[in-house]
């Protein structure tokens, strides 16, 4: 089976009125962190339409392994603890595969 691009979502609430300084501590640490780590495809952070105070962030992975060394270098608990300030309550991780998608190949060239 070939292998899959792989996702990595981090589920998460703000405290109320902090979602535009968490974007920035985003913007300034989370997206430079990812650029060393092999495999990355990208990092998106997506805040809530209709309840401003959810957000998503999404890193998008080569393979598995590639998202699991990233997971072991430590820097995803270290990136998440610059957010403990903003966050209102747990975060919740989850990982996936693309299983089906309308642009296959686009996906290995971004």
């Known amino acids: ?19 535009d300084e968490l974007r920035q501590v985003y913007i300034n ?37 590639d998202a699991e060394a990233y997971e072991k270098s430590g820097d995803y608990e270290k990136l998440l603890g610059h957010f403990n300030e903003f966050f209102d309550g747990p975060t919740r991780l989850e990982s996936y595969e693309i ?6 190949l686009l996906l290995r060239i971004f």
């Open 29 to 65: 640490e989370v997206i430079p962190a990812h650029k060393n780590h092999q495999g990355n495809r990208f990092v998106h952070l997506l805040e809530r339409v209709d309840e401003k105070d959810q957000g998503i962030s999404i890193t998008a992975w080569d393979s598995r392994a």
């Open 1 to 19: 089976r070939e292998k899959n691009m792989f996702l990595r979502l981090t589920f998460f609430k703000v405290k109320p009125g902090k979602m």
């Open 99 to 104: 299983a089906a998608s309308s642009e296959p």
